[in-house]
C-alpha cells in the first residue's frame, strides 16, 4: 500500500468518482488512477468502489471503512509534512 494510492481513492471521492477529474487535480493521467486503484484492491483483496460497466459509482461497504482511515492517514500526513 503506498501513499499515492490513497491519494487517489481519496481524491476520486472528492471528485464524485470522476476518475479524469481526480487525475487531473493528482496531475497524473487517468490510466494511472486507474492502475493504482485496480493494485490497491488487489493487493487488499477488497472492492472499494461500486462500478457499472467500467464507471465507478459509489463506494462499497468496506470502501466507506478504508475511505475513513484514509482520511485519517492523510490528515496526519499533512500535518507530519508541515512540521518539517
Known sequence: MKLQQLRCI???VQ???NISKASEVLNTSQPGV???IKLLEDEIGIKIFQRNGKRLVNLTEPGELILSSIEKILQED?????QN
Open 10 to 12: 481519496f481524491q476520486i
Open 15 to 17: 471528485s464524485k468518482f
Open 34 to 36: 486507474s492502475k493504482q
Open 78 to 82: 499533512r500535518k507530519r509534512t508541515h
